[in-house]
Every structure is written in structure tokens, then in C-alpha cells.
């Protein structure tokens, strides 16, 4: 009985826990006898490499009043080297993405959240980040589907994974579902790797599937260097509380904004996009007397002649709306033109077409020009006031779902106004040198039977965030940009007034913001501008007398009118060699009157010798050269052969091995290849531009196409956006 009984515990007298790893923790708030202590121990992530100690550093680990201690009882002593720590294979549920690379910077290095895929333990230890871009790799050379140098063994995946992918390749059929092998981070084995990729197993530990900025539902690969370059402007908890509290579309955050005033004839919409959006082109558009003629025969054929109650503006040429310097006053946005806003309501005629049955023109003031009903020239078949009825096309176009025109039978029971009632009275507003403005303005022309060449539409102006065919709803826009609810009558249908207010102030927005205000780039800073906004405290590590992280850009050509412009510095080279050795100097210092003798703190490079030797170098295209100027690069390999692809990459691989071995300790090292072979997808995007140029600019007949676009080019454009979209890349701190 006396062994059952519980024993007191002395007030003073701590109480250890013990846990199976061989370590406790001791039960804050109890005192205990300071231990003698052992001296600190090294860091196990590379035995060559001896890590520096920061002096007062706290060796202790202190967590919620916790203290780490032995299994004697004893605290232990450790270090704060940085080192990567992976996350579970279950807690990872999809490819990482170049943002995910450019959060790990920024977390080391500024004041990035602390990445979901990847630990950092002691990441405020981290001095410096380098970020090395080769284009090139791929998945294929490490599993043996590129074949470089025939390895034994391929690269080690996970046994379900491979089994289940075999049977598939076997049997023919393509695998259309996400397997974890697309994403998981696979371990690299020298003795597994072929000779040109052997030496990057003793510099990092794993091989992480990237996935490249896109789109597959619409076939398309955004900008890498953009995604890694630009992050999204922080928002401070303030601004985070304020947000949870508004449904819908957060306001626009102006407070990193500079205005950049530009006046509106800046924003009309070109031919090119007119055509895009299915604009029936004034003849303005067109030079020469053949073009006129094919364009007229086209309307003829669709019923949009004045045959059939079709007017064009009162304009000879495009020259006509240019308005000379003298006539234009000092600070003037409109820029001597006549602005004018306009708006429709439709409804369903017996001929299942929309017909025009209110109009609603404001100025550029805001004054209502014109608000006037619309007696359609055939029998309404429906009124488009129902719930689930859509009033316009703009609606379908822009996928905001349901909208009400608000006309009723007794509403137009005694009007009498016709079409072209409308149509004589806007010719005489509208002159050579008016600009209407509208969203989605197109169906609204469409219901006038009108055309005009200088159009700014709002839908285009404030681009959707994925691009086109996808546009952002007025109202939407409203809510966001003008903070302003309309659209909200219910059954009693919309205010086309409203509607045309609502454009012309978002024009005025844009023309006080600058020409990007309202797109992706409103919302997102230079990652350059962002560390160097790096406060003091987070800087106290830096050489620059804690006035924020300093920051180079090492790559082709010249980059100061483009990203670089943001950097600290920026060094333009010729060749590999001459990267390498940009990043050994901004790394270890030595950039005479640029950065000090330290070095910078984060340093982006690429290296570009095999990209250019497999083909994978684009003329101007967005996805590799788009913010190189005056280059054209071919988008066949120089040499496809076997051995002449081991030479490059041997060469490739042993540049990074280099910048490796040079780099000072803590220093993060992220190496990535920004997308997949773009080549096919190159291919088929010129295919597709070419038939749309033929087939919609042109009207060539479908016999006289010298491209046919059918269904299977466009699966094939989905398969070849897909692949381009498989990057890869590697992690690890020196």
C-alpha cells in the first residue's frame, strides 16, 4: 500500500519530461541548478564546412516557456545555422510554383510567410540568397526518357508511382489524372544519375517538380522571370482584418501607387484587339481600296450594310481623329477629344435577336446626354426581365451570370422612337475626334447597328487577372475600383445611366492612375523594391549600414530599362562564363562602386547557353525573351545529337557547381528552370494566330486557309501547354 502512495513534490524541485528522441523538456516556472555546459556542437549538414557562431546569440531554445534539455536533465547547447527540413509527403498535395521559390527568398532574406512545402529552422540566419535560372533541364534528362549519358539505374521515384505509370506507357494510353509522382520531391543518388548530372547530387538533396505560370484551361504559359521577379504588395493586418469584413471584390489598395496621369486617347483599342473581341470594323480601319471591298462584301453577307439599317461615323480616315498640339491644352487629360459613355438595354425580338430598347449617353463631365427608350422594329418576344435571363451578350461574355433590362410592355407602350431615330441623333454628337467608351461596348454597337473606330473599352482596359477570353463584370470592377455598388435594382432591372457613369469614371481612374492601374502589375511590386524596404532590424546583418537587402540582376544584354531598373545593380554578359563570374563577385563582393565589399544580399542570374542550344530561345515571346530587346534566337537545337547535349549540359551543370563552391555559408541557394520545352507550344500558338488573322481579320475562305484549325490542334495546343508548364528545380544553404 505505502508503494501506491503518491509522493509530494518540493515546491523548488522541477519536473522533467521525458520523451523517446532522448530529449525532455523541463516544466516552465521551476528553477533548477545550471548545468555545466558542453561546448556547441556542429551542424551535421556538411562536415567540411565549420559554421560560424554569432556571439550573445542564445544558444537555448526557448518556445512557449519551454526549455529543450537532455535526457540527464541537462539544457542543451545547439547553434542557429540555417538548415532545410522537407515536409511530409502527405501534407504536399500539389506541384510547387515559382512564387513558392520567390516566398522562400523573401521569407530568409525580408518578410516573406514561412513556406508550406519546405522548413527553414533559424532563417533569420540566413545572410544571403542567390537564384540561379537555367532553362533547359528537364525532368527527363534524371529519369532517362532524355537520354544524355545511358545511366544503370533510373532515377528513384516511389514504387506505386512507378508501377502504375509503366502499365500505363505499356498499354498506349496517356495518363489524364494527377499522380503523385508529378509533384513530389524525388531524392537524388549520384550512383542513380547519368556522368553530366552526377555532381549535382553532392550539392543538393532532392529534385522538386515546378510548375510554370499558366493557364491549361486556355493553353497558356506566363513569364517565369515576371513570376519570380514581381511578388504581390504585403498587406499589414489591418488591411487583412479589413478585408474579412467586405463580400465580394476587396477595394483596390492605392497606398504604394504612383500616379502616372495619361491622357484617354492613350487607351483606345487597337484593330487587332477590336477584331479579338468582335468589333464590326469601321472602314476607317482600312487602306486600301481592295481591303474595303472584301470588308464590304463581308457585311453584305451578314446583313450589316445600310441596307439593312447599318450606319458607319462620318470618318475618312483614322488621321481624321488626331488632334494637333496647338489645340490641346497644358495638363489636359481629354486631349481635345469629345468623350462620350455609352450604355444599352436589349430585349428579345420574335427574330431571337437582341434589339435596342434604351440608350443612355454622359460626357466626360457626367452629364446625361442622352436617356432615351427604344421602340424595337420588331415584336418583343421577351422583355429580358425574368431572373434567369440574361439582357445582353456582354453578360455572357464577361460570366457574371444573370442581368435584367428593366423594360416592360408599358413602358415602351407609348413610345414611339425608332433605331434610327437614335442613329441621326448620335451622328450629330459624335465627330472625327469622339471617343466612345463602354464594357464590352461591342453588343451595344451591334443593337445601334453602328460602327465607330475610336473605342475604349472598359472590359479590356481592366483586364481579367487570367487573360482573355475571361473579363471582369462591371460591376465588379465598380466595387473594386470606385468602391461604388451598382447594378442593384433586382427585378426592377438596371440603371443604363448608372452603367455609363460607372465607365466613364473608371476611365477618368485609369487616365489619373496610369496605364497600369487596374492590372496584375497595380497589385504586385519588384521583389528588388521589396527587400530593399527591408527595415533596419530586419537588416542588422547587412553591410549597408542597415538601410535594407541590396540586390543584383546578373543576365544577357542590357537590362536597365526592365526589371533590373529595381535592382541595386545589374551586370550584362556575353556567355555562361561571364554569369558565373557576375555571381561570384556579387556574392563574395568586389563590384567596385556598385554594392560594397560584402557583397549583395540577393543575387538573380541566368545562364542561357543550353536553352539557346536546345532551341528553346523564342523571338520577343513572353515565356523566355520578352524583356529582351532587339534579339532573335531560333527555336530549332543547334545540334540535337546525343553527345553534343552531354557536352552542354556537362558544362552547364559544372557552372552551377562552381557558383556552389564559391558561395560564402548561409547562403541559399535555389536553382530552377522557369518552364518546361516550349517548342511545340511555340509552334502551334503561330498556327493558331495564323488562322485566326486569315479566317476573322481576313475572312479567307475555309478552302484558301493556308492553316486549318480543327479540334485536334487544339488538343495538341492543350498537351504541348502542359508540358511546357513541367519545370523543375533545386534548393539547399550553403
Keep these: 500500500m505505502a508503494r501506491n502512495k503518491k509522493r509530494k513534490r518540493s515546491p523548488d524541485r522541477e519536473r522533467v519530461i521525458q520523451f523517446g528522441s532522448g530529449l525532455s523538456f523541463v516544466e516552465p516556472g521551476r528553477s533548477r541548478q545550471k548545468p555545466e555546459q558542453k561546448p556547441a556542437q556542429k551542424p551535421a549538414q556538411k562536415p567540411t564546412q565549420k559554421p560560424e557562431q554569432k556571439p550573445g546569440n542564445g544558444d537555448q531554445i526557448e518556445a512557449d516557456g519551454w526549455t529543450l534539455v537532455d535526457k540527464n536533465g541537462k539544457k542543451r547547447k545547439t547553434d542557429n545555422y540555417p538548415t532545410l527540413a522537407y515536409a511530409e509527403l502527405h501534407t504536399i498535395r500539389s506541384a510547387i510554383g515559382i512564387c513558392d521559390l520567390q516566398n522562400l527568398a523573401l521569407y530568409c532574406l525580408a518578410d516573406g ?33 532524355i537520354v544524355l549519358d545511358p545511366p544503370d539505374n533510373k532515377l528513384e521515384v516511389h514504387s506505386y508511382v512507378a508501377s502504375r505509370t509503366a502499365d500505363q506507357s505499356n498499354s498506349g494510353v496517356e495518363r489524364t489524372f494527377l499522380s503523385p509522382d508529378d509533384y513530389l520531391p524525388v531524392r537524388l543518388a549520384s550512383d542513380k544519375l547519368c556522368a553530366p548530372l552526377k555532381p549535382l547530387a553532392d ?33 499589414s493586418q489591418e488591411e487583412k482584418r479589413a478585408g474579412k469584413n467586405i463580400k465580394g471584390p476587396k477595394p483596390s489598395d492605392s497606398s504604394h501607387w504612383k500616379n502616372k496621369r495619361t491622357q484617354v486617347h492613350k487607351y483606345i483599342a487597337s484593330r487587332k484587339d477590336l477584331v479579338a473581341n468582335k468589333y464590326k470594323l469601321h472602314p476607317a480601319w482600312f487602306d486600301s481600296e481592295e481591303e474595303k471591298e472584301i470588308e464590304s462584301r463581308r457585311r453584305g453577307e451578314n446583313k450589316q450594310t445600310e441596307e439593312y439599317g447599318w450606319v458607319d461615323t462620318e470618318i475618312k480616315k483614322l488621321e481624321d481623329g488626331v488632334v494637333p498640339e496647338s489645340e490641346i491644352e497644358e495638363g489636359s487629360v481629354t486631349a481635345g477629344h469629345t468623350v462620350l459613355a455609352v450604355d444599352c438595354e436589349m430585349c428579345m425580338d420574335e427574330g431571337h435577336e437582341l ?24 415584336p418583343i418576344a421577351d422583355y429580358l426581365t425574368q431572373l434567369a435571363c440574361v439582357t445582353s451578350l456582354k453578360d455572357a461574355d464577361a460570366k457574371i451570370g444573370p442581368r435584367y433590362s428593366g423594360i416592360t410592355q408599358e413602358k415602351l407602350e407609348h413610345i414611339n422612337t425608332s433605331v434610327s431615330d437614335i442613329q441621326g441623333r448620335l ?102 523594391d521589396r527587400l530593399s524596404r527591408t527595415s533596419q532590424k530586419e537588416a542588422r546583418d547587412t553591410d549597408n549600414g542597415g538601410l535594407g537587402k541590396t540586390s543584383t540582376i546578373i543576365d544577357y544584354g542590357a537590362h536597365e530599362k526592365a526589371f533590373a531598373q529595381k535592382a541595386s545593380t545589374c551586370i550584362g554578359c556575353n556567355s555562361d562564363s561571364e554569369v558565373v563570374d557576375g555571381v561570384k563577385r556579387a556574392a563574395l563582393g568586389g563590384i567596385v562602386d556598385l554594392v560594397s565589399l560584402g557583397g549583395v544580399d540577393f543575387t538573380w542570374a541566368r545562364l542561357r547557353e543550353l536553352e539557346a542550344h536546345r532551341g528553346w530561345m523564342g523571338d520577343d ?99 504541348a501547354c502542359k508540358k511546357a508548364r513541367q519545370g523543375i528545380g533545386f534548393v539547399t544553404i550553403t
Excluded at 548561409?666 to 479566317?695: A, C, H, S, W
Aim: aromatic share 8%; with cysteine; hydrophobic share 35%.
Design 113 to 145: 510567410i514561412s513556406p508550406q512545402w519546405i522548413s527553414v529552422r533559424h532563417h533569420f540566419a540566413v545572410r544571403k540568397a542567390v537564384i540561379l535560372c537555367v532553362p533547359g533541364l528537364e525532368r527527363g534528362m534524371f529519369d532517362g526518357s
Design 427 to 528: 451622328l450629330e454628337l459624335i465627330s472625327p475626334r469622339t471617343i466612345l467608351i463602354g464594357h464590352s461596348l461591342n453588343s451595344d454597337l451591334d443593337a445601334l447597328k453602328m460602327t465607330h473606330p475610336f473605342i475604349i473599352d472598359t472590359s479590356l482596359v481592366y483586364p481579367h487577372h487570367r487573360g482573355p477570353p475571361l473579363k471582369n463584370s462591371l460591376r465588379w470592377l465598380a466595387q473594386k475600383y470606385l468602391n461604388r455598388e451598382i447594378q442593384k435594382g433586382g427585378a426592377l432591372g438596371h440603371n443604363s445611366v448608372e452603367d455609363s457613369l460607372a465607365c466613364m469614371d473608371l476611365v477618368k481612374l485609369k487616365c489619373e492612375r496610369g496605364s497600369k492601374w487596374g492590372t496584375s502589375e497595380a497589385s504586385s511590386e519588384s521583389i528588388f
Design 355 to 378: 434589339a435596342l430598347t434604351r440608350i443612355s449617353v454622359v460626357n466626360w463631365d457626367g452629364d446625361v446626354v442622352m436617356d432615351e427608350l427604344v421602340k424595337p422594329e420588331k
Design 621 to 719: 515571346r513572353s515565356i523566355v525573351t520578352k524583356f529582351l530587346d532587339g534579339q532573335t534566337f531560333s527555336t530549332k537545337a543547334v545540334d540535337p545529337s546525343v553527345e553534343s547535349l552531354s557536352t552542354i549540359v556537362t558544362s552547364t551543370v559544372s557552372k552551377i557547381s562552381e557558383i556552389h563552391s564559391n558561395l560564402p555559408p548561409r547562403t541559399l541557394f535555389i536553382v530552377y528552370t522557369g518552364n518546361g520545352d516550349p517548342r511545340d507550344l511555340i509552334r502551334l500558338q503561330e498556327m493558331k494566330n495564323t488562322f485566326r488573322r486569315e479566317y476573322e481579320e481576313q475572312h479567307i475562305g475555309w478552302e484558301n486557309l493556308s492553316v486549318k484549325w480543327t479540334d485536334q490542334e487544339e488538343q495538341a495546343l492543350a498537351k
Design 203 to 235: 550539392i543538393f538533396d532532392r529534385l522538386w517538380p515546378i510548375k510554370a505560370p499558366g493557364d491549361d484551361r486556355f493553353s497558356k504559359l506566363y513569364s517565369p522571370l515576371y513570376a519570380m521577379l514581381y511578388s504581390p504588395v504585403p498587406k
